[in-house]
């Protein structure tokens, strides 16, 4: 974020010195330059808009760095896809309920999946533009020789191919039926678990350095698993207490003489 905003700074500043030099050159005694002048020279006694339009813009936005955005995206989309299926597993009703409107969520959840997959899959496909190390094909769906972090790339290919693996058993639930899809649907758990861990124990510069728990990234790959895992918990609590109401166990006495 701050990279954007200091290129989109620079942009403006560029497109004022543009401004500010074609106004003047039109007709130096026209009202536009006579008002446009003081700015100008102003800001050229500075020297920071001459340095700016002279040099190109500093764009340190590396490959590793880019591929290392979209996995976090991909995390982020997966983390919202699974929270809106917890709260269709709870019934939930937005007009009932916050934001009390009606909308139909069971499509955005279907369409946070289908973003997932798609941001997920363009995640390590980026690293084929990657100069050291090298990747090929090969090395992204088969990681396990991959050239960096096979082991944690292996897991990273295992989530992939799981959550293609749900979206795609989705599409077909009708045909599939309720019973086997349900019992399909729950491997997004494994996806996600395994998702987690690579983004988690995975090195964004490749050079196996320790896990940096507090970096930025990292810290929103931890709040989101932490909010999976808390409404998960009590998801399964839930289901146990209607799942004892439905079937309640009654205590007999025993017979007396």
């Given at each position: 974020m701050p990279l954007l905003v200091e290129v989109w700074m620079e942009t403006v500043r560029n497109c004022i010195q543009v401004f500010l030099d074609s106004s003047v050159a039109g007709d130096p005694r026209s009202p536009l330059s006579r008002i446009v002048s003081p700015f100008r020279e102003t800001l050229r006694a500075s020297g920071r808009l001459n340095a700016y339009a002279c040099s190109p813009l500093p764009m340190s936005l590396t490959v590793l760095d880019l591929s290392a955005y979209v996995g976090l995206a991909a995390v982020g989309a997966i983390t919202l896809n699974m929270l809106l299926g917890l709260l269709m597993a709870f019934r939930y009703s937005p007009h009932r309920s916050w934001p009390?409107?009606?909308?139909?969520?069971?499509?955005?959840?279907?369409?946070?999946?289908?973003?997932?997959?798609?941001?997920?899959?363009?995640?390590?496909?980026?690293?084929?533009?990657?100069?050291?190390?090298?990747?090929?094909?090969?090395?992204?769906?088969?990681?396990?020789?991959?050239?960096?972090?096979?082991?944690?790339?292996?897991?990273?290919?295992?989530?992939?191919?799981?959550l293609a693996f749900v979206i795609i058993t989705s599409y077909l639930r009708i045909r599939l039926g309720r019973h086997l899809w349900k019992s399909f649907h729950f491997s997004i758990y494994f996806a996600a678990a395994a998702l987690f861990w690579h983004s988690l124990f995975t090195d964004p510069a490749l050079k196996n350095a320790?896990?940096?728990?507090?970096?930025?990234?990292?810290?929103?790959?931890?709040?989101?698993?932490l909010l999976i895992a808390a409404i998960s918990l009590w998801r399964l609590r839930h289901a146990r207490k209607k799942a004892l109401r439905a079937h309640p166990i009654f205590h007999q006495p025993a017979a007396s003489d």
């Open positions: 009390h409107h009606r909308f139909n969520y069971f499509r955005l959840h279907n369409w946070t999946g289908y973003i997932a997959l798609t941001v997920s899959i363009l995640h390590p496909l980026i690293l084929l533009f990657n100069k050291n190390p090298c990747f090929l094909i090969l090395d992204l769906v088969y990681p396990v020789h991959s050239p960096a972090q096979p082991l944690d790339n292996s897991i990273g290919a295992i989530a992939l191919y799981l320790p896990v940096a728990w507090f970096d930025g990234g990292k810290l929103f790959v931890e709040s989101c698993l």
